[in-house]
DNA sequence: CTGCCGGTGTCAACAGTGTTGACAAACCCG
DNA sequence: CGGGTTTGTCAACACTGTTGACACCGGCAG
């Protein structure tokens, strides 16, 4: 019954993903939206009962890209690494979408699956369920750390973001030295190389320790 | 020479200080700031760029908190601990403070004097440059990344917080075990404890293989 | 069939936001 | 005293999310 819907959460949220891959989160606003689906943005308020809960779920939407499925063999630690390698990528890959994703969990499918996947391959390792949970908080906490750090270089393209990490080291080799002895001293090595290469050695690092039986 | 100034970067960024203290970083606008300092909003504009800019500076001010004045005798990695929960803490005192501290980095007087403080414990602890640079960048991206995920829970208050933690949980528990066989296991020990246990975890398994030479 | 109920989209409006360009006040220097 | 310069004021623009009243229109009951 009711006037018949030319809208649907479907519809929207296509549209407002297609939004955000092109153009970033930031030109994700109810009158863009609103006109790219060609009605009032007051619309959009019988389907969501607000923005906020539409960019999650558009968020949501979004982490679709992250492959989740373990391959037949594969030990449990290049599952996770490939896992959360992946996840990054895909928070990176649009304008700010790790805005979108962190702080609570939306408990929204995709998220789901990737929970799911992440800590099937924890408790494959041999971990018990309270460590394994330990392991997953570490693992997100890294994750979409390193995301949201780096989601304004990442946004700029490996070009400028290389002359942009150059800055930054000059920034700090240029310190006073007597002041900031070891910050001159590494600044030389700070952000160095791609931040994903950064992030798979820290990444590393914590599955050492994990499969060490440290955490937990 | 010139009219004489009423208004410094001094006298406004502890009035947005203050502000973001009592109210959160979500109330700190131009109009807000102007209502409080007795002059208009645009006057802030000839001192500041952005309101972002303004809200760098901000946001590094309230990281005066952050101690790091290396107490003698103390291991490196006790240090290195200490200010990471110093900082993450310091990130979570004011709401969503962030926000505006994530995304590039400021290089402004407390975050140097932050990153020196890491860096030279680093270096005491045997690393070379290179290294202490890797392992720098993991730390922090474990920091930030905590505080941003934490940071909407515990705006809320402890209490509070269990029982969001406590929902959560439950949503977890409830999912079909078929489907979700893994994370209706361990939905029980998910977001177990307070938020600053488990990154105190995650961080010392993160010391511990640095100190193993595992990263860099 | 009529009439109404209720879901859906439209419209106008409110209260915010950052930001800019023209103007005026107030000082220093020549 | 008359520029020149800096600083704050004012009004305006282009946005943002959100709400309440209204109109459309289908299915169901009488």
Chains 1, 2 share one sequence.
Do not use: K
């Not at 863009?32 to 906020?52: F, K, Q, V």
């Not at 798979?200 to 050492?208: G, K």
């Amino acid at each position: 019954m009711g006037r018949p819907a030319s809208l649907s959460r479907d519809r929207i949220e296509a549209a407002a993903a297609q939004i955000v891959e092109t153009e970033g989160v930031d030109a994700l606003s109810a009158r863009r939206l609103g006109s790219e689906l060609g009605c009032d943005p007051s619309a959009l308020y019988r389907h969501y009962t607000d923005m906020d809960e539409l960019r999650r779920c558009v968020g949501d939407r979004l982490l679709v890209a992250v492959r989740t499925t373990a391959r037949v063999g594969e030990p449990w630690d290049r599952t996770v690494r490939r896992i959360c390698i992946d996840l990054r990528r895909t928070l990176l890959a649009h304008r700010r979408l790790a805005d979108l994703v962190q702080g609570a969990p939306t408990r929204l499918p995709n998220e789901v699956r990737i929970s799911e996947a992440l800590l099937a391959a924890l408790l494959r390792s041999g971990l018990d369920p309270a460590q394994a949970a330990g392991a997953y908080h570490a693992l997100v906490e890294l994750t979409i750390g390193s995301a949201a750090i780096d989601a304004d270089v990442a946004a700029q393209g490996t070009r400028a973001a290389a002359g942009t990490y150059r800055t930054w080291r000059n920034d700090y080799r240029r310190l006073d030295p007597e002041q900031f002895p070891a910050l001159t001293a590494a600044a030389e090595h700070l952000y160095r190389g791609s931040a994903a290469d950064r992030f798979e050695r820290a990444l590393d690092a914590l599955l050492l320790a994990l499969s060490r039986g440290t955490l937990g």
